[in-house]
């Protein structure tokens, strides 16, 4: 494959990497938006609070995400400030596009 940019023919141990991630921002136990999101410091992934709280009940389980094989326990998992912020903003964002479109329609 020939260099990306100038210059780069004598850089023949660099890569390139593209990673794409995507944000779950529902809750696998409730299916609805994460409450309090705690995320599992092994597998990534993310759920409310109280429903995890509630399924593990002080023992140690399966990750309840579908085809996810770590088990995980209370103390795996870390309250996730940044995703629960992202959250509030998407929440603002659709209720105000919706006051939007319902303003719309009723002129």
């Known amino acids: 494959m020939p260099p990306l940019f100038e210059g780069q023919e004598d850089e023949d141990d660099e890569d390139l990497v ?3 991630t995507t944000v779950v921002l ?16 092994f597998c990534g992934h993310s759920y409310s609070k109280r429903a995890i709280v509630e399924y593990l009940c002080n023992s140690k389980k399966q990750c309840p995400v579908v085809g996810c094989v770590h088990t995980i326990s209370v103390k795996d998992l870390y309250e996730n400030k940044k995703l629960e912020r992202r959250i509030e903003r998407i929440r603002r964002y659709k209720l105000a596009r919706e006051k939007s479109q319902n303003y ?4």
């Not at 809750?27 to 410091?41: F, H, Q, V």
Request: contains cysteine; hydrophobic residues 25%.
């Open 18 to 20: 593209v990673a794409d």
């Open 104 to 107: 719309t329609t009723l002129q």
């Open 26 to 41: 529902h809750c696998p136990l409730t299916t609805n938006y994460l409450e309090s999101p705690m995320t599992s410091k």
